[in-house]
């Protein structure tokens, strides 16, 4: 793995250029349109884009680049000799969209947890996986959970160079990633909360002005854990390649509009040295630390929003663990801040996808 | 320890009526008030109450029941034989009131840090400590940490029962921790954010505003931990009496008005069953159970606020654990909402304050 195994900038856009044709099946939705913005950004022209949508929004209009393209329903024209098509719907739609494209040569990248722990389907994050994964042209890969994407951006370069034995994790989930109807939500409902008025809630069970609470995802009777932490205990041990990481995970959603924010503690395989795994995580590819003891400063949602990179600060010695004689830890506490509509889903589908665009078409090394 | 070692309602009442008189000093801040709110509702007159404030709100008025009560400069006037003085200040303000009540039959609990971590000072969780502490009428006590203070609730029946070896916490801190002004700042920068207008911070260094960020307390240079954390260790371990107890904090702030969340995971010293530990937190004193995973319903600090109980749930055995053959683990994970202003702070000093009070005024049992 190397810093130039992610595609962006120049490299991203071309790559997604040199496709035929790109389908963005949830157009609509928060992912959707984080996908449709990027896509415009990257010079992609509005004749190759086709937005589609459930029923429900068929002939809604989303915005791309100056112009307004309208949704049509999902029929197996979105799947393309030399196209892609990029999944931002639900577990349904993905597999009639895998059934659809059955055949074609099309890419299609997909959003939703359908087929993550399927063997045969690769789950990718580029800064863990490089490019090798492409080789094969695989024509179905899955996009991981957000919170999951996020977390192992800052995981894999300590992985990689002390080893991972447990991972607890806490998040602080922006609403965002429940949808668009979601964040209106936290809108309005801290619009009652400030006026005075009653909590009205309707996307979430409680309002989510002025409160945190369980992620609201189902919970599993047996386990306790809601489905989003056992995303992450699944999707975290598959994507760093640990099938048996101890992972602790309690996700909650706080009042932020965008970018979630997790409090990690990590026990390495090795000791080592705070300058070591700062250095360690400084050097990795899409992490920006952000880490001014003085200033107070460390990552924060609002610092992410809006940004590829995974922000990562508050490196320190784990108070629980003694270091030895020479300074060094096993065990290391973090804060991890990133845009979940971007690098944990529209920003990290697109890598993929420029990953899997035939190689002659990539701008970028080797 | 048993549930009818901590003083409530009529109990708690009678005794700080039993007081000749009780100075709030710091009466015009969240705490102060809070205090006042709860002496008027015990039924303490308003002739035997004194707030004192720093020179700067001196003569500023603060409710009382349904008078009006000004605050005085502080002196030694506010200590007086058979008095009771709650100190809702600043450590300097502790400082100087502990010199001025010198040589005076008069109780003090200090919400202040100044002296938790004095050997002299007994520092008290009435659920922890239960009466033993006051036997020896110690005339000086610190209260704890707000956030430490809820965590032990939760943890003293599970140290009690299993022996605790490790306990990993990530807090979600309400801005009212940091006093009435971030309160005011929350709801006026939310407002600003609302209406699209930039951040204008002037409490936190950033805006509270739908974000998050580590705890406003300043940060060590050396061990990257910020003050709030340093106190959540230190007091967990001269509150439960396990010096050597591993304990591994991150505490943030999160855009809640009151009432702060933790998400706890505790190695204990013995495996359990899950029904064994949800007893145990289910009999304990202050210790509210709101575990409902069909419903998928459980501690909000919207629910916590304005409760004098620790809400506890999410209560399962934790991920990164196989349980054994009879599926017991030794490591669990819970969630612990409550509100800080009342057990996290006013609450917990008047139920010391009762403790101290003459035996003989008590009307509780033993």
């Not at 029923?55 to 024209?77: E, F, H, I, N, Q």
């Not at 789950?123 to 863990?128: Q, Y």
Request: some cysteine; proline content about 6%.
């Amino acid at each position: 793995m190397q810093a130039d195994d992610v595609p962006r900038g120049a490299e991203l856009a071309a790559a997604l250029r040199s496709y035929a044709a790109i389908a963005v099946v949830g157009a609509t939705g928060a992912v959707g349109r984080e996908a449709l913005q990027q896509l415009a950004a990257a010079g992609l022209p509005a004749a190759r884009v086709r937005p589609f949508a459930s029923a429900r929004s068929v002939g809604a209009t989303v915005p791309y680049g100056d112009d307004d393209l309208a949704a049509a329903g999902l029929d197996s024209s979105a799947f393309v000799d030399g196209g892609l098509a990029l999944l931002c719907a639900d577990v349904a739609t993905a597999r009639q969209a895998r059934a659809l494209a059955s055949g074609r040569d099309c890419a299609l990248v997909d959003n939703s947890s359908a087929f993550r722990l399927d063997r045969d389907v690769p789950l990718v994050v580029p800064e863990v996986h490089g490019r090798r994964f492409a080789a094969s042209r695989p024509r179905f890969v899955a996009n991981p959970n957000c919170s999951t994407i996020l977390l192992c951006v800052a995981l894999a370069p300590l992985c990689r160079r002390f080893g991972l034995e447990e991972v607890v994790v806490a998040t602080y989930q922006a609403v965002s990633g429940a949808g668009l109807p979601a964040l209106a939500e936290l809108r309005a409902e801290t619009g009652r909360a400030l006026a005075g008025e009653p909590p009205a809630p309707k996307v979430f069970r409680e309002t989510c002005a002025f409160n945190v609470f369980s992620h609201d995802s189902d919970v599993d009777m047996a386990t306790g854990r809601n489905v989003e932490e056992q995303k992450l205990i699944d999707e975290t041990r598959r994507i760093l390649g640990l099938p048996r990481l101890r992972v602790s995970p309690t996700c909650m959603r706080v009042p932020v509009e965008r970018a979630h924010t997790a409090a990690v503690r990590v026990r390495l395989a090795a000791v080592a040295r705070e300058a070591e795994v700062r250095a360690a995580l400084a050097s990795a590819p899409s992490v920006v630390l952000v880490d001014d003891r003085g200033r107070n400063a460390f990552p924060t949602p609002r610092l992410a929003a809006g940004r590829d990179e995974v922000l990562v600060g508050r490196i320190r010695p784990d108070a629980a663990e003694e270091p030895d004689a020479d300074g060094r830890s096993a065990t290391w506490s973090l804060l991890v801040c990133g845009d979940q509509l971007r690098k944990g889903a529209a920003t990290n589908a697109l890598q993929i996808a420029a990953l899997l665009a035939a190689p002659a078409a990539r701008a970028g090394p080797r």
